[in-house]
């Protein structure tokens, strides 16, 4: 089943039989058939039947037969139907049914120290449950933060993180590339298998925070709070406030602080509480704030700000600047990588991150000499087509069964 001509969870309704796409007639179609429809494409309750083509004609064939759900059927194709065409349901495309459905949230974060953080859940079959935190990573983080509108992952988190969840594990293995836009979309999903996991809940931390209007790293400044981006007045933040957005964003140092929104007035509502960091805090949402109006601001005075961009990866111990051990700026501490499934696709992404040309070898026992400290990533699956290595996905950021004598290394050409 699917909808068509309107959103994913509104549209004219076509069903697929006998391997051909066949609209619905409008007359064939009640209340009940749109509650399995709905639930079906896991869109929540029906809002509003539709008919006379309100999302318009299509071109398929139609069926007309009547479909006679009680409504809690899971599938459109457990509905009783009826086998003989009868004279008022002889439809054209102009009786073609539309629906709308509520299209719920099917994903949040449960447990956290602010909106865009905590233990991760999912909406399926009409109850929430977690996700085991085998093989989670950076790149889901990435899914799970665009699909809630939370800016960029900093975090990829397991329960011993960020607290366990409720519910039945739906979801292990999840296998992100990063650039879904639905954690549902993700490949390699393995759902309801509980005794795979036990209890392992997966976690995110999100930056809740972003630089709109420049670059990557300068901006105007925006932030998440009560589920909508606030702009923040100027008089409103300072030089400690701009450190921990910076680190929080990945970006280095702050560089300067910028009033009068230089970066161009934004759209969005103003944030006028004064931010009270101390500096040191990992994430803008840590920070205190006064809790009265201070500041009568306008978007005239937004505030912009401008991080160092700061390299999140480097090649250590090489004869060039183009070959080394690799290793990975994370949590603000460098450490090393795996060399678990290390290939040329992930020296490749190394390569082209420190502008570096093309991959000559990916090399692995530590032929660079071993590092210290953590080893932040293990079985790094690039494509070879991503921008930074922290883009690539199934990025493990903790040690696993991997010592410093298996510290990868890198010859760019």
Request: charged share 20%; hydrophobic share 35%; glycine share 10%.
């Amino acid at each position: 089943v699917r909808l068509v001509g309107g959103s994913r969870c509104s549209g004219r309704l076509e069903i697929l039989h006998d391997q051909t796409w066949m609209s619905v007639c409008d007359a064939a179609f009640d209340q009940q058939d749109a509650e399995v429809v709905c639930r079906e494409l896991d869109c929540g309750a029906p809002v509003q039947v539709l008919g006379a083509a309100a999302f318009d004609k299509g071109d398929t064939q139609m069926w007309t037969q009547e479909i006679q759900c009680r409504g809690n059927e899971s599938y459109i194709h457990k509905c009783p139907t009826s086998y003989r065409f009868t004279p008022e349901y002889n439809c054209s495309h102009k009786n073609s049914v539309g629906l709308l459905c509520a299209e719920i949230m099917h994903v949040r974060l449960v447990n956290g120290s602010s909106p865009c953080s905590g233990t991760v859940e999912i909406f399926h079959k009409g109850q929430w449950g977690t996700v085991c935190d085998d093989d989670w990573d950076l790149a889901d983080a990435a899914v799970v933060c665009r699909e809630l509108d939370c800016g960029k992952p900093v975090d990829a988190l397991s329960d011993a993180q960020i607290g366990l969840g409720s519910g039945p594990i739906w979801m292990s293995n999840a296998m992100c590339t990063g650039s879904e836009s639905t954690l549902k979309k993700c490949g390699s999903v393995t759902w309801g298998f509980q005794d795979v996991c036990q209890s392992k809940s997966a976690g995110v931390m999100c930056s809740g925070t972003r630089l709109v209007g420049g670059s990557r790293c300068s901006g105007r400044l925006e932030i998440f709070h009560n589920r909508t981006w606030m702009s923040v007045c100027d008089a409103a933040f300072d030089q400690q406030d701009a450190e921990v957005v910076c680190r929080e964003l990945d970006c280095g140092a702050p560089v300067q602080v910028l009033g009068a929104a230089v970066f161009g007035k934004g759209d969005t509502r103003m944030w006028t509480q004064e931010i009270q960091c101390r500096g040191n805090e990992s994430q803008i949402h840590l920070c205190p704030t006064s809790q009265s109006h201070k500041y009568n601001c306008s978007h005239v005075s937004e505030v912009g700000l401008m991080c160092a961009d700061s390299v999140n990866v480097r090649l250590v111990n090489g004869s060039s600047r183009c070959a080394g051990r690799v290793e990975v700026l994370h949590r603000g501490q460098w450490g090393t990588v795996c060399d678990v499934g290390w290939d040329l696709a992930d020296a490749a992404v190394v390569c082209r991150e420190l502008d570096c040309g093309e991959p000559v070898d990916a090399l692995g026992g530590a032929y660079f000499g071993q590092g210290s400290g953590r080893i932040w990533t293990n079985r790094i699956r690039c494509t070879g087509s991503e921008s930074t290595l922290k883009n690539c996905g199934s990025v493990q950021l903790f040690d696993y069964n991997c010592n410093h004598d298996r510290d990868a290394g890198v010859i760019c050409s």
